[in-house]
């Protein structure tokens, strides 16, 4: 399984190796806000160009935007995470 589904088990969890899993390395990274995420986006490749550039980040923008925006808890434990982490997070 790949680390973000082991993370998402890692909630129903306080111990065990799905948590080893989040935190290793550093832990997982914050959510990237849209913006972030487009500027990351500008350091890709992609097979065709940058044609698919445009899409990816409004794919991204609008999934960002669809389950932030009904989430009415979130819950980040054990991730290691610093300030800046959580001060990324806090900007959206």
């Given at each position: ?35 972030a ?29 669809e ?26």
């Amino acid at each position: 399984r790949s680390t973000s589904a082991r993370c998402a088990t890692a909630r129903s969890t306080t111990t065990g190796a799905s948590l080893d899993d989040c935190t290793q390395d550093g832990g997982r990274r914050s959510p990237l806000l849209p913006c972030a995420f487009a500027a990351e986006l500008e350091s890709k490749s992609f097979t065709n160009g940058k044609e698919d550039y445009p899409l990816v980040k409004g794919l991204y923008e609008a999934a960002f935007k669809e389950q932030f925006g009904k989430a009415t808890e979130l819950k980040y434990h054990y991730l290691g995470w610093g300030d800046a982490e959580e001060a990324q997070l806090a900007e959206g």
